[in-house]
């Protein structure tokens, strides 16, 4: 009888290699996020807020694969505001961000859905609003798939 010695990094990659289809299977597709911009006399300014809610949307992407450009996505989510609601006295309560989200028709878009964190969190953060709203698109995608 023969033994082996295999090292954990030799146990890791093979796990990685079995997985790796697996991991793949359960996303839902690819996802571009970017901010929405302002128009004022007629052109584009970008909107620093909206930009910080892209960067913590793309660290929390889910069971979505994030999209490095638009025309390769499947979805694009667009975030259109942050809404910081003020409790009593002036104190800072709950973080609201809004975003939509348009599925891909050939070359266009198609509206899908205007999506919020809901604005449950006493106080939070901005990093766990953009977690709850990718939670918000994960379950839209998955109730709307091929319709």
């Given amino acids: 009888m023969r033994c082996y010695k295999v090292s954990s990094v030799g146990v890791l990659a093979i796990a990685s290699l079995l997985c790796t289809g697996t991991l793949h299977a359960e996303k839902l597709g690819k996802l571009f996020i970017k901010a929405a911009t302002a128009d004022v006399g007629g052109q584009q300014f970008a909107d620093k807020e909206l930009e910080e809610s892209v ?11 994030l999209a490095e450009d638009e ?13 910081v609601e003020l409790k009593g006295h002036g104190q800072q309560g709950n973080k609201r961000l809004y975003v939509t989200i348009s599925v891909r028709d050939g070359t266009n878009w198609k509206p899908g859905a205007q999506l919020s964190n809901g604005g449950m969190l006493t106080g939070g953060s901005w990093g766990v609003a953009a977690r709850d709203v990718i939670g918000a698109a994960q379950k839209w995608v998955k109730q709307n798939r091929g319709k």
């Fill in 55 to 65: 960067k913590d949307l793309q660290r929390r992407i889910g069971e979505f694969i």
């Fill in 71 to 83: 025309a390769d996505a499947d979805f694009l989510m667009v975030v259109v505001k942050r809404q």
